[in-house]
């Protein structure tokens, strides 16, 4: 198969496999996969220019009920402090449910403050296995609960809040949307689901053709599945909260927007999940790009094809939430 990846890509796969391995994170226990992943992304953010143009600040904001306090980095474009309202983005990161941090996704949110303006909350949610489902959805939707609470206080429009989260933050992101929704609030103007990890069954022709691409392929899949699930994974017992491709009510939702890579394991479900959005009444916007892996924008964030993706997400984005309404 690594001959249909992007050539540019796989250069960038091949610089990731000499840190790990050609397996990838996969052959480490995930407290190693954790300390890879940080220091991957250190180095990757060490690599880039200091930016002054975006000002940020840690906080801890309440959890859910009965629940420790959630880590929060709030992002701002510098100097609108009080200069009126802004949109507003709840970003959670990605690392397969198991791994990730604030830290992890700090270099991929800097650039979508610049572009659409926002003031953007990451949430640094509890992983699996040591906190499994709900702990981490919840997590994140208390998050959103206290931006929607102290929206005039952030300098937050309430009426232009939008998710993002790419990978498993995707999965979280429509799960989110979902609890949002079947909660009554607060209301959502988009989702921006980049790869978003959303069916636990593994059963598409995607999830078992990726099986030794050394990126979050079927081996990773299974895996962080069941640290988040535990036994109930591929059961009829799992929420759509916890794997929204089995919710069986998909109308009511924000727009979204999805991408995914042709070589990607989650390919086939952000299809499926893209298409009963559409067919729910959900306005969607869904790429599809060929030669394209997990992450591979990450991977070779300089090549022609990362480039085209970030450059149509922030488009999505900025025009989400930042073009003019339309006339009633």
Not at 220 to 226: D, K, R, S, T, Y
Not at 244 to 254: H, K, Q, T
Request: include cysteine; hydrophobic fraction near 40%; charged fraction near 20%.
């Amino acid at each position: 198969m690594t001959h249909r990846i992007d050539p540019e890509v796989r250069e960038g796969l091949r610089a990731f496999h000499a840190l790990t391995g050609p397996r990838g994170l996969i052959d480490f226990d995930i407290p190693r996969q954790r300390e890879l992943y940080e220091e991957m992304n250190r180095a990757a953010l060490a690599a880039q220019p200091p930016n002054d143009r975006v000002e940020y600040e840690d906080l801890t904001v309440p959890g859910p009920a009965d629940a420790p306090d959630v880590a929060v980095r709030v992002y701002r474009p510098a100097g609108t402090k009080g200069a009126g309202l802004l949109p507003g983005i709840l970003y959670i990161h990605g690392g397969g449910m198991v791994t990730g941090s604030v830290e992890t996704d700090h270099r991929q949110v800097l650039p979508l403050v610049e572009a659409v303006g926002a003031v953007v909350v990451s949430v640094d949610y509890r992983l699996a296995p040591e906190h499994p489902h709900p702990a981490p959805v919840e997590d994140c939707y208390a998050a959103l609960l206290w931006m929607s609470g102290q929206a005039a206080a952030l300098g937050v429009d309430a009426g232009r809040m939008a998710l993002y989260g790419g990978s498993a933050g995707g999965g979280l992101a429509a799960a989110v949307a979902l609890l949002a929704r079947d909660r009554g609030t607060p209301r959502l103007a988009f989702q921006m689901l980049p790869y978003p990890m959303l069916d636990d069954r593994n059963i598409t022709p995607s999830s078992h053709e990726i099986t030794d691409i050394g990126i979050w392929d079927r081996a990773a899949n299974l895996q962080g599945w069941q640290a988040l699930l535990g036994d109930p994974m591929g059961t009829d017992g799992v929420s759509p909260y916890a794997a929204p491709a089995r919710a069986a009510d998909l109308s009511g939702l924000p727009p979204a927007y999805l991408d995914v890579g042709e070589l990607d394991l989650f390919r086939d479900e952000n299809i499926d999940y893209a298409h009963r959005l559409m067919q729910a009444g959900v306005p969607v916007e869904l790429h599809v790009y060929p030669g394209g892996i997990h992450a591979g924008e990450l991977l070779a964030p300089d090549s022609e094809l990362a480039i085209r993706i970030n450059e149509y997400r922030l488009r999505a984005l900025d025009r989400a939430l930042n073009a003019p309404a339309a006339p009633r």
